[in-house]
């Protein structure tokens, strides 16, 4: 049986243990002087200061998008001693009780639905929707189902996302710009959806291409516009085949790479 702590705040004494108590480094047992739930009720009524939020929100959104930071990101989740450390962490007796715990019960499950239709979610998911990671998941979504409704195919998932992004470096693919100064790189159809031909490859990372959006942006001059004829009239017929080779062998890269 683990010694008693007694919580600083509430003063109420529970096994001191990281099930009960955070670990803290720079105390003599490791442990924080507050209990779990105390820091938990503190933590939740500071966080949902309007202040404090608006801060969080604008600091998340500015750090995801900063160049650079993904690719960050990933590189150190390859290195060895970052998989070790989160084996560890994974392994600690308070996150697998967090991972039992998280496993819903049919009660809870209703409930979590009930509180999912509440003013204050609704407001929150609007909120979230006007974020520029938002925006980005919005756009996906309708242009999916706008496939679907089409009856075309419709599978352009997130991880083809950053495929097309890292390979077009976040450039427009038609003028090469990247973002900034009133114009965001987007994802658009190669093909239009409008287009009859009958083997429309719809939604998917075959017919996905980052466009410029925004003041004299390719993708508000393309629209629905056949590429082909909207290139060369554009920009005459020899850059317009420069253009459509760049195109055509990122779309090659692509089956190949889905063939492997
Ligand atoms: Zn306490
Ligand atoms: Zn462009």
Redesign the pocket.
């Known amino acids: 049986m683990a010694d008693l702590k007694r919580c600083s705040k509430c003063k109420e004494e529970k096994p001191a243990t990281p099930e009960y108590f955070r670990r803290n480094k720079n105390n003599k047992d490791g442990l924080s002087h507050q209990c779990k739930a105390c820091f938990k009720a503190y933590e939740d009524k500071y966080i949902k200061r309007p202040e404090v939020r608006e801060k969080r929100i604008a600091y998340m959104n500015e750090y995801n998008y900063k160049p650079g930071t993904r690719d960050r990101h990933n590189e150190m989740a390859q290195t060895p001693e970052y998989k070790a450390k989160q084996r560890e962490l994974r392994q600690r007796p308070e996150q697998m009780a967090k991972d039992r715990a998280r496993k819903l019960t049919p009660e809870a499950r209703v409930r979590h639905r009930e509180l999912e239709q509440s003013p204050e979610a609704k407001a929150r998911r609007r909120e979230q929707r006007q974020t520029p990671h938002g925006r980005m998941k919005q756009r996906s979504k309708s242009l999916q189902r706008e496939a679907r409704k089409r009856g075309l195919p419709a599978d352009f998932t997130k991880a083809d996302f950053e495929r097309m992004m890292d390979y077009w470096g976040k450039c427009?693919a038609?003028?090469g710009?990247p973002a900034g100064e009133g114009l965001i790189i987007a994802a658009d159809h190669w093909i239009p959806l409008t287009d009859q031909r009958a083997d429309n490859p719809g939604t998917t990372i075959g017919n996905m291409v980052p466009?410029?959006h925004g003041q004299s942006?390719?993708n508000n001059q393309k629209r629905n516009a056949d590429p082909v004829v909207w290139l060369n009239g554009r920009y005459g017929e020899e850059s317009a085949s420069e253009i459509m080779e760049r195109i055509e062998a990122y779309f090659a890269w692509v089956q190949e790479a889905q063939q492997r």
Do not use: I, T, Y
């Open positions: 427009c038609v003028c710009r466009l410029c942006g390719c």
